[in-house]
């Protein structure tokens, strides 16, 4: 049970730690190509991704908290049978979600704990929260609102490509573990 409790809290460490430093190298290239100002890009770039990080943190949490809670109350079981009750799930992606071939569910399904549905919704907001971190860290360190929303709009969209990038990453290495 420690060993668990201890390889879960490091895979979490990991996991957090790997996204700070790809958020840091992002974050610097974006504050650099809007302000050419080198120390200023360094500052936007050493501090923004903190609160990032933390942010993140929470974020994921947060998910996987709504993702068990999910999986526990049976929502996501009964929005495919709803969405296969009114067709816009096919008998064929029901089969393919329990990754069957020929496998009639007459209307339900045991969905996958990780639809489109649920990583669209998760990148939106992630990104979300990522463009009020940045504006206001941005504006913090720079006085300047025209710099701070161009580095809250262009950062976090960099940002979230990544970001999935990282999630998906980090899906497959914990559902390889497990």
Do not use: N
Request: aromatic residues 8%; hydrophobic residues 50%.
């Amino acid at each position: 049970m420690v060993a668990l409790i201890l390889s879960t809290a490091r895979q979490l460490a990991l996991k957090i730690a790997s996204y700070g430093v790809m958020h840091l190298v992002v974050a610097i290239a974006v504050a650099f190509a809007i302000t050419r100002d080198v120390r200023l890009a360094l500052a936007i770039g050493m501090v923004e991704p903190v609160f990032q990080t933390f942010a993140y943190a929470i974020h994921d949490r947060v998910w996987h908290l709504i993702e068990k809670r999910r999986l526990h109350s049976g929502l996501e079981e009964a929005a495919e049978a709803f969405t296969s009750r009114i067709g816009v799930m096919s008998a064929h992606e029901q089969s393919r979600a329990h990754g069957r071939k020929g496998c009639d569910h007459s209307g339900h399904s045991h969905a996958l704990p990780r639809s489109f549905k649920q990583v669209a919704v998760k990148t939106l907001t992630y990104g979300v929260m990522h463009f009020v971190v940045a504006v206001s860290v941005a504006y913090a360190l720079t006085h300047d609102l025209r710099a701070a929303l161009a580095i809250g709009l262009i950062e976090p969209l960099v940002q979230t490509v990544f970001f999935t990038l990282h999630d998906r990453f980090w899906t497959h290495a914990e559902a390889k573990r497990a």
